[in-house]
C-alpha cells in the first residue's frame, strides 16, 4: 500500500482497499466540497479506521480588541472573496458536525490558538508564535494576491501595499491575535 496519497476531493475514490487512518492538514480554501470529501473517506474507512483533519480558521481572532484594522479587514476579505470562488477558508468550523452527520463516532474537536507572534507572555507559546508569524510573512503575498486581484479588482501595487500593513500589524506584539487551529 502507499505509505503517502494524495487524492483530489473532485475525484471519485476507486480503491480495491479500505484505508485505517486517513488524514488532511491545512487544505481550507481548498475544497469545494468538503461534505463530498468527509463521505468518502467514511466510505473508504475500515471498521474502527480514523480520520483526523487539521485545519486553521481564517480570519484571525482577537479576545482584548487589539486586532489592527488591516488584519480585520485582510481576513474579512479574504472570507469574502473565497466565498464568492465557491471555496471557504472557515471550512474548520463545520467539520465536527459533518463528521457526525456522516455516520462517524465519538467525534473530537481539540481547538488550539496559535498566536500570530511573540505576544504572549508563555515561552512555548511566545514560540509557536514566532513560527506561525515567519510562515504567515512569508506565505502571505502567495494567499492574498490572486485574491485581492482577480477577485476584488486591486491592481497589484495596491496589494503589495496594503499587504505590508497586514504584515508590520502581525509583527505588532500590542496586537494580540491568533489562529483557531
Not at 27 to 51: A, C, H, P, Y
Not at 75 to 81: D, L, P
Not at 154 to 174: G, H, Q, S, Y
Amino acid at each position: 500500500m502507499y505509505s503517502n496519497l494524495i487524492i483530489l476531493q473532485q475525484q471519485s475514490w476507486t480503491f480495491d482497499y479500505k484505508f485505517d487512518f486517513i488524514h488532511s492538514r491545512m487544505m481550507t480554501g481548498s475544497i469545494r466540497d468538503w461534505e463530498k470529501l468527509i463521505n468518502q473517506g467514511f466510505e473508504n474507512l475500515t471498521s474502527g479506521g480514523w480520520v483526523q483533519i487539521s485545519d486553521m480558521d481564517i480570519p484571525l481572532r482577537c479576545d482584548d480588541n487589539t486586532m489592527g484594522s488591516n488584519i480585520d479587514e485582510w481576513g474579512r476579505s479574504v472570507v469574502g472573496s473565497t466565498a464568492q470562488m465557491g471555496l471557504a477558508v472557515n471550512s474548520a468550523r463545520s467539520y465536527k458536525r459533518q463528521l457526525i452527520a456522516v455516520g462517524f463516532e465519538d467525534v473530537q474537536e481539540l481547538v488550539y490558538n496559535w498566536p500570530m507572534n511573540r505576544w504572549p507572555k508563555n515561552p512555548r507559546m511566545k514560540e509557536l508564535g514566532t513560527r506561525k508569524n515567519e510562515n504567515m510573512r512569508g506565505d502571505l503575498s502567495g494567499l492574498s494576491v490572486a485574491i485581492f486581484t482577480r477577485v476584488l479588482g486591486w491592481i497589484p501595487e495596491a496589494t503589495e501595499l496594503f499587504l505590508d500593513e497586514v504584515k508590520r500589524e502581525m509583527n505588532d506584539m500590542n496586537m494580540h491575535t491568533y489562529f483557531a487551529i
